[in-house]
């Protein structure tokens, strides 16, 4: 009879170890997946790097409300010069290490890219930011191609070949301007030189005013807004420059004139030199 009862002890014994063990299994096995897929989560939410943006509507709300923001485009400079947001100034992210920026520490930066370009150059424009004290920085969110698409505001030096570039310039002769000097009527217009300082001071019309393409746009304020604008540059090509940046800086009855100083010489109409 002991010897029953002992195997009997010694069977239930064994019956319940072998529960136990399953229910260990069975809860190691449930645990398992959960903690490595927190492992993961947690893993892929630290290597990821989340880029303050601003989208182009809430820019253009702030631009039109006249917030104190700074843009900084830091595309290359033949880029930046043949398109680019208003008030915007050109440090190509190879150079913003070494620039000295006009601004706060706490007012709003925004940096403007390639439509394109938000991951690797934009993270670096804001690192580079930050580590100069920066803190306040956002990102247009696609660039300057998405701010386009939405009609936004763009200051360019033109394309011959756009029919809406043409479209923006008005022209006059050298023979209507000429008959401008000659009734006397040179106090009732504005004539701006774009070319460079070095070749205003070579030879010029008399009483322009020289602001050399590259300055017009810091310079706007100095042209003034209720004569007409009459613009010139070596040549017929380069006018065209000016009068479409003028035209996108608000001058809309602006004129180039047709053939610039090149045809002006050649009819032997006067010029002067400093």
Do not use: C
Request: proline fraction near 3%.
């Amino acid at each position: 009879m002991e010897f029953q009862s002992e195997k009997k002890q010694n069977e239930k014994m064994a019956m319940t170890i072998g529960i136990i063990l399953i229910i260990v299994v069975a809860l190691v096995t449930f645990f398992r997946p959960s903690s490595q897929k927190k492992t993961v989560d947690v893993s892929e939410s630290e290597s990821e790097v989340i880029l303050p943006t601003i989208s182009a509507k809430i820019l253009q709300q702030k631009l039109d409300q006249g917030s104190i923001l700074h843009l900084i485009d830091v595309r290359e400079q033949n880029d930046f010069l043949q398109e680019h947001l208003p008030s915007s100034i050109n440090i190509p992210i190879g150079s913003l290490s070494e620039s000295k920026l006009d601004s706060t520490k706490d007012e709003l930066i925004v940096i403007v890219g390639y439509s394109a370009d938000q991951s690797e150059a934009s993270a670096q424009s804001v690192e580079i930011l930050k580590k100069k004290g920066f803190s306040n920085i956002n990102i247009l969110l696609g660039g300057i191609d998405i701010w386009k698409s939405g009609q936004g505001k763009t200051i360019s030096l033109g394309n011959p070949s756009s029919l809406t570039d043409q479209s923006k310039v008005m022209y006059i002769s050298t023979d209507e301007l000429k008959n401008i000097f000659d009734n006397n009527l040179a106090s009732s217009v504005y004539i701006l030189d774009i070319r460079s300082q070095s070749s205003f001071r070579q030879s010029h019309i008399q009483g322009a005013i020289n602001i050399p393409i590259l300055e017009i746009e810091k310079r706007v304020k100095e042209i003034p807004q209720r004569k007409m604008i009459i613009v010139y540059a070596e040549n017929q090509a380069q006018g065209f420059q000016g009068g479409v940046l003028l035209y996108d800086l608000d001058f809309l009855t602006a004129k180039v004139v047709k053939g610039g100083l090149v045809e002006w010489k050649q009819k032997n109409f006067p010029t002067v030199s400093e």
